[in-house]
C-alpha cells in the first residue's frame, strides 16, 4: 500500500510532528514501507520527505498520484490543506484533526490566522474519515456542523520518565513544581507565577518552592516571556530566599523528563486543549497534577487531576497550597496506603500505559484499515 502524508512541517518537539513521527512508526513496524511525507520543512531525517511549497509541488509527483491513501494532519492554516480536490480518485482520503486555538485566547494581530483555519475547517467535508485526538476534537466538528465519519484514537505518550522510589523533596523538603507547554496566553504560564506570587505575598508557601517552566521558544510567544522574565524578576526580589524560579526554554527530552521524574507537583492553568500531553507524562512521572477545567484537561487526566475554574488564579493558588500540603504530608511521603506517593505512583504509571505506542498503534492501525475496508 502506498500512503501519502501532508502537513506543513514536522519539526522537533511538536505535538502534531511528533504523532506524524509515531503514525510512521506503527505504519512501518506493521510491513508498510511505501510512506512519503509532503511538507514546507521536515527536521528528521528518517522520514522520506518531498519538500514543497505549494499545492502545484505536490499535484504531479509520482507518489501522490499512486497513493492508496492520503493523510492530513490538521491543527493550523495552512495552503496544502488545500489539496483534497486533486487528490486522486482511487485513494482514501483521511484527516487526523488535532483541533484550533479559540481565537480570543491569541494575540488580536494573530485572529486572522485562526480565522482562517476556521473556515479552512470546511475542508474536511471532502474526506472520507476523520481521526481525532479526543472526544473533545470531535465535538469541535460535530459543533462546527462537520458530519464525516469520524473516529477517536489517542495520540500515542512516550513516556520515558524513571519515576523514583521517592521524590527528592522527601530528603531536601523543598517541592518541585514544573510547568509544561508554550509560553503563550492560551497556557497562562503567568497565571501560575501571578498563584505563587499569590502564596509566597500571604506566606502560605509551606516549604521551599522550586518553579521550573519548560517551553519550546520556537512556538511561544516573544511578550509572553518578556512577561514571565519580569514577573520572574519581581518575585526573586521579593521572595528569593525559599523560592527559585527557573524559565528552560526548548529544553531536551532528557532534560524535561528529569525535571518531571523530580517533580512533585504539574501546574498547567491552560485555557484550552485539544489532548495535552504532558498531563500523561506528568502522571506517568509521579507528580500530583493542579490544572484549569476546561476542553480536554479533565478528560485526559481524570482522578489524578485537582481541577480549577478556569481563570480563577486565586483558586489556582489555593488548589497548590492544599496539594502542597499534602505531598509534604507523612501519609503521603512513608505511608502504603490510597493516600501515598507510592500507591499513586503506580496507579499512574498503570494509566499512563493506556496511552503507550504499544497499545495506540494496534488502534491506529485497525482505524486505517477499516477507513480502506469498502
Not at 32 to 38: A, C
Not at 258 to 272: M, Q
Amino acid at each position: 500500500m502506498k500512503i501519502a502524508y501532508v502537513n506543513s512541517v514536522c519539526a522537533r518537539n511538536d505535538a502534531i510532528s511528533n504523532a506524524i513521527l509515531d503514525e510512521f512508526g506503527f505504519l512501518k513496524r506493521a510491513g508498510h514501507e511505501d510512506i512519503r511525507l509532503f511538507a514546507f520543512q521536515c527536521d528528521h531525517r528518517e522520514i522520506p520527505f518531498t519538500p514543497c511549497q505549494s499545492v502545484a509541488d505536490i499535484a504531479n509527483h509520482p507518489h501522490f498520484l499512486e497513493s492508496d491513501i492520503v493523510v492530513f494532519h490538521f491543527g493550523i492554516y495552512y495552503s496544502l490543506f488545500n489539496l483534497f480536490p486533486i487528490v486522486p480518485k482511487r485513494a482514501r482520503r483521511v484527516v487526523v484533526f488535532h483541533n484550533i486555538t479559540p481565537r480570543d485566547l491569541v494575540p488580536e494581530k494573530d485572529r486572522w490566522l485562526i480565522d482562517k483555519s476556521v473556515a479552512q475547517l470546511d475542508n474536511i467535508r471532502w474526506a472520507d474519515h476523520v481521526i481525532c485526538d479526543s472526544d473533545t476534537n470531535l465535538g469541535v466538528l460535530r459543533s462546527q456542523g462537520l458530519t464525516t465519519s469520524a473516529s477517536v484514537v489517542p495520540l500515542a505518550v512516550h513516556s520515558e520518565i524513571s519515576v523514583p522510589e521517592k521524590k527528592p523533596s522527601f530528603s531536601d523538603g523543598t517541592v518541585r513544581i514544573v510547568f509544561v507547554g508554550r509560553f503563550t496566553r492560551s497556557k497562562a504560564p503567568h497565571e501560575l507565577l501571578a498563584a505563587i506570587d499569590q502564596l509566597a505575598s500571604t506566606r502560605e508557601l509551606n516549604a521551599p518552592v522550586q518553579l521550573d517552566l519548560i517551553g519550546n521558544l520556537a512556538f511561544s510567544s516573544p511578550d509572553m516571556i518578556a512577561v514571565m522574565e519580569r514577573m520572574i524578576s519581581d518575585i526573586h526580589q521579593r521572595h528569593g530566599t525559599d523560592l527559585s524560579i527557573r524559565i528552560h526554554g526548548s529544553a531536551s527530552d532528557e532534560t524535561k523528563h528529569r525535571l518531571l521524574s523530580e517533580a512533585d507537583i504539574f501546574a498547567l492553568p491552560t485555557y484550552h486543549e485539544g489532548f495535552c500531553v504532558p498531563i500523561i507524562e506528568a502522571i506517568a512521572s509521579g507528580c500530583r497534577v493542579v490544572v484549569y477545567d476546561n476542553s480536554n484537561t479533565s478528560d485526559v487526566a481524570g482522578s489524578f487531576g485537582t481541577m480549577v475554574r478556569t481563570g480563577d488564579v486565586g483558586e489556582f493558588a489555593q488548589a497548590l497550597r492544599l496539594v502542597m500540603s499534602q505531598v509534604g504530608s507523612t501519609d503521603w511521603r512513608e505511608g502504603r496506603g490510597q493516600r501515598s506517593y507510592t500507591q499513586y505512583a503506580a496507579a499512574g504509571k498503570q494509566y499512563a500505559r493506556r496511552f503507550s505506542p504499544d497499545h495506540i498503534g494496534p488502534i491506529f492501525l485497525r482505524t486505517l484499515s477499516g477507513i480502506m475496508t469498502p
